[in-house]
Antibody, heavy 120, light 109 residues
Framework: QVQLQESGPGLVKPSQTLSLTCTVS??????????WSWIRQHPGKGLEWIGY???????YYNPSLKSRVTISVDTSKNQFSLKLSSVTAADTAVYYC????????????WGQGTLVTVSS | QTVVTQEPSFSVSPGGTVTLTCGLS?????????PSWYQQTPGQAPRTLIY???TRSSGVPDRFSGSILGNKAALTITGAQADDESDYYC?????????FGGGTKLTVL
């Protein structure tokens, strides 16, 4: 059973960089066939796709966030990471990592989500 | 930028049938958008109900079904139950990435 777990600071100061890591267990990122995704949900609001990465390092970002987002992968640790720069209060959200198989385009496994608050 | 539209809220009686839709502010939804549907209860991560328009995810009851109705993707719940009261999100592949709808809050009463 594949499991994903987000980790990282729950509080980030405005203008700083938000950094989160997703650790994957029960499956190998380097096996290929999946996009490893970040999705966020503002409090009481809907979901927003941030971007994803393939095990090879190819990345795809939401155009509205592209200038501030970096997603990277560490196959040796079976982890992938999110960095969001120059954060403001508008980036306060629950951040989820999720798996997207290329063969069915279904976000089939999700982490439990982690709340990141941007505040001084 | 094209917006993915969903009804903000919907109500259905227990045992009733409800169809939630997922459209575009400009244009029509087709299977090429790989529409999928997720159910989310408070404090939980979303759970897949339907992907690639009409494929039911493993373990999802067959009272949930997906389709294209007219120019929108649709999620139909037949024989609604109390525990179907949740938020429902659709997501579409837009070429430049994935765009979620704003979600529909379904009340069963």
């Amino acid at each position: 059973q594949v499991q994903l777990q987000e980790s990282g600071p729950g509080l980030v100061k405005p203008s700083q960089t938000l950094s989160l890591t997703c650790t994957v267990s029960g499956g190998s990122i380097s096996s290929g066939g999946y996009y490893w995704s970040w999705i966020r949900q503002h409090p009481g609001k809907g979901l927003e796709w941030i971007g994803y990465i393939y095990y090879s390092g190819s990345t795809y970002y939401n155009p509205s966030l592209k200038s501030r987002v970096t997603i990277s992968v560490d196959t040796s640790k079976n982890q992938f990471s999110l960095k969001l720069s120059s954060v403001t209060a508008a980036d306060t959200a629950v951040y989820y990592c999720a798996r997207l198989p290329r063969y069915n385009w279904n976000f089939d496994y999700w982490g439990q989500g982690t709340l990141v608050t941007v505040s001084s | 930028q094209t917006v993915v539209t969903q009804e903000p809220s919907f109500s259905v009686s227990p045992g009733g049938t409800v169809t939630l839709t997922c459209g575009l502010s400009s244009g029509s939804v087709s299977t090429s958008y790989y529409p999928s549907w997720y159910q989310q209860t408070p404090g939980q991560a979303p759970r897949t109900l339907i992907y690639s328009t009409n494929t039911r995810s493993s373990g999802v009851p067959d009272r949930f079904s997906g389709s294209i109705l007219g120019n929108k993707a649709a999620l139909t719940i037949t024989g609604a139950q109390a525990d179907d009261e949740s938020d429902y999100y659709c997501v579409l592949y837009m070429g430049s990435g994935w765009v979620f709808g704003g979600g529909t809050k379904l009340t069963v009463l």
